[in-house]
């Protein structure tokens, strides 16, 4: 079955940096999108960024001009790179394919989440 194990994240003061990576641990012939969640506590689950399979990217206004989606086809890897955080981007990430264009067997898979902590 497809895995997404992700890594990368941690502790910061606000105005640092740091990269998230979620990594597929199967190997699929079907390409997929990948899109990146938060969820701060007591709030619901939001979008944070997304990346097409052949190279789109959105973004949540929130985050827009501050955040960087890629990927590395050969790690079959993805990437959220964030720069000049705010108290207010603490929360718990997590990368998930999205129901959305081709693969609709890899649907609804989830990474396990990681904790990104901005103090002011």
């Known amino acids: 079955q497809m895995q997404l194990v992700q890594s990368g994240g941690g502790s910061v003061q606000a105005g640092g940096s740091l990269r998230l990576s979620c990594a597929a641990s199967?190997?699929?012939?079907?390409?997929?999108?990948m899109s990146w969640y938060r969820q701060a506590p007591g709030k619901e689950r939001e979008f944070v960024s997304s990346i097409e399979r052949h190279g789109s990217t959105s973004y949540a206004a929130s985050v827009k001009g501050r955040f960087t989606i890629s990927q590395d086809n050969a790690k079959n890897t993805v990437y959220l790179q964030m720069n000049s955080l705010k108290p207010e981007d603490t929360g718990m990430y997590y990368c998930?394919?999205?129901?959305?264009?081709?693969?609709?067997?890899?649907?609804?898979?989830w990474g396990q989440g990681t904790q990104v902590t901005v103090s002011s």
């Open positions: 199967g190997y699929t012939y079907c390409t997929y999108d």
């Open positions: 998930t394919i999205p129901p959305s264009g081709t693969c609709p067997e890899l649907w609804g898979t």
